[in-house]
Nanobody, 129 residues
Framework: QARLVESGGGSVQAGGSLRLSCGVS??????????MGWFRQAPDKEREGVAI???????IYADSVKGRFVISKDNADKTLYLHMNNLKPEDTATYYC?????????????????????WGQGTQVTVFS
């Protein structure tokens, strides 16, 4: 299995930027080289997919973040990133990273398709106007 640890969350004014990181600790490199994604959950809402990066480097973004967020990863540093620009109050949520590891990559933002994969504990992002 793998251990994923998110960091970089905080409070920021609308229009500002944050960079989230997800460090991967595992006995195998398969987790960092596999399909990975960022998800978020706001209070009283279901967890939703934000961005995915495939094992081939292809990316998928939710419509709500297209043009503002960029997902990337550094396999050598075993870290997944989410660069968030022009943040809005509606981006306020707990952000989670996930990795498919040896499992098949769902290639979808549908959160239920990622159940059973490796997940982090989350980092809080608060955007105030």
């Amino acid at each position: 299995q793998a251990r994923l640890v998110e960091s970089g969350g905080g409070s920021v004014q609308a229009g500002g930027s944050l960079r989230l990181s997800c460090g991967v600790s595992a006995s195998s490199d398969i987790y960092i080289t596999s399909c990975m994604g960022w998800f978020r959950q706001a209070p009283d809402k279901e967890r939703e997919g934000v961005a995915i990066i495939g094992d081939d480097g292809s990316t998928i973004y939710a419509d709500s973040v297209k043009g503002r967020f960029v997902i990337s990863k550094d396999n050598a540093d075993k870290t997944l990133y989410l660069h968030m620009n022009n943040l809005k109050p509606e981006d306020t949520a707990t952000y989670y990273c996930a990795a498919t590891g040896p499992e098949v990559c769902p290639l979808t933002l549908e959160t239920r398709r990622w159940f059973g994969r490796a997940w982090g504990q989350g980092t809080q992002v608060t955007v105030f106007s």
